[in-house]
């Protein structure tokens, strides 16, 4: 394994607001550094907003809901989404680079799956909103009854940095196509695509005013959740942040959806086709150096397979190549920040304290050059063990044997979280009588991360608030007012 210089296929952006139509700097005068996690270098700076910014960006979202954008007939809007995606996979190549340059993900992940999925945000919804009917019509003796759907208004999008552009669209391309005007927050660690995204929108045909971007930090996030002109905040990000909009938003009672943080359990019964079992795994673990809020981070295995599984998991796990994200054969890159690898490093001490074992891993890479983890899979650690327990964020997972169907279920449910699972068995019978006991809001059975956009997607418990996809999307990006009309 080796580590190479980050091959400059783009030119790194500094990265500026978008304020009605514009790139504007911040009033402070202030920016922060955009740091490459793949080599320390520093790709650009990016201006620091806060309440100003913030401010003037719902301003002119304000303006524009009043605008051309809130008339405008579907059709036309439509026209306009289905351009965004396509200027998006127009510019895949240097999206993607971007998105690599920022995250440290493997150039190959940005292309085939961040960028080329952030298009088909925007071409289904383009599709969504004129294929879908508007609310029921009921007519009864003495009146017609109907309802319109309406936009909520402006909407603050918020997003963390493990899929940037990707989750940016996702609640970006609902929010367009219900007719709702945005202020849209990146993470301070990966700003840049977002700032493309924005020219890309006013390039589509979007008004000015509809699509407002503001970087900065967390208080930036927060000037946006507690501004009292803002209608509804769409936020993915960790939950003890979730928490904090939750109360920054009750004063004016804003409108809140929110996908949250994950401890995804991955059960596997001895009647799984194994080769399959271990070739998904293996994605479902490492795959973006384990920083997917789906992954399967906690793997139980029934004890009559459990060493074979290992052996054969951790065996494939070893050949997977850590290093330069732009290399092709990589299929680790560098955790997206030092912040991040910290606290990643730390939950490898937390387990040989615990008294873990490390199967393969527990040690950091190219100190030097950047922010690399060893993929990491660890066994002999009770339930109780805060690496089983707590969200680790990297490529990191705990293997678990279990005895009974009664026992396993019990340990996958005894969490806060409640986002996914993944189960693994060929009896038809025990997977439909076990999906349904488990408490996540997404259960794949012999797969994971298959999405289809019209399902809900979304976690219960401490995972998330609502659903996004499809209709579920549009529930929550409009409102709805219904019209008893007297015959
Ligand atoms: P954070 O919660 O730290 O940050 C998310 C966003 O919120 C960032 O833009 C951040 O700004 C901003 N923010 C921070 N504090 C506040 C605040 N007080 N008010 C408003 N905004 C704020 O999450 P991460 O970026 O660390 O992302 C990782 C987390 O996201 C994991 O827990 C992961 O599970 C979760 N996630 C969930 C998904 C799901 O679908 N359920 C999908 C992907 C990730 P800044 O970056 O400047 O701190």
Redesign the pocket.
Known sequence: MQVTRTTPVVKPIDCEHYINGKYVQSNSGETFENINPATKEVLGRVQLGGKVEVDQAVKAARKALKGEWGTMPAKKRSQILRKIGDLILERLPELAALETLDTGKPLWLSKSVDIDRAANNFHFFADYMTAVGNESYQQDDIAIHYSVRKPVGVV?L??????PLL?LTWKLAPALAAGNTVVM??????PMTATVLAQICTDAGVPEGVVNLVH???????????HEDVDA?A????????S??MK?AAPTLKKLS?????KNPNIIFADADLDDTIETTLKSSFINQG????CGSRIYVERSIYDEFLEKFAAKAKELKVGDPFNPDTKVGAM?SEE?YTKVVSYLDIAKEEGGTFLIGGNTLFEDKGFYIMPTIITDLGKDSRCVRE?I?GPVVTVVPFDSEEEVLEQVNDTHYG?SASLWTTNVKRAARFSAQIEAGMVWVNTWFLRDLRTP???MKH??LGR?GGAHSMDFYTELTNVTLKL
């Open positions: 603050g918020i997003n963390p940095w493990n899929l989750l927050k990146p993470s301070e660690v990966t900065g930090m967390g208080e930036t996030g927060a000037a946006i959740t507690s905040i936020f993915t990000g960790e939950t003890i942040t979730g904090a909009i920054a929110f996908e949250l943080g994950g920083e997917v809020c789906l997206v991040h969200e964020f986002l997607f979304g976690g995972s998330g996004e």
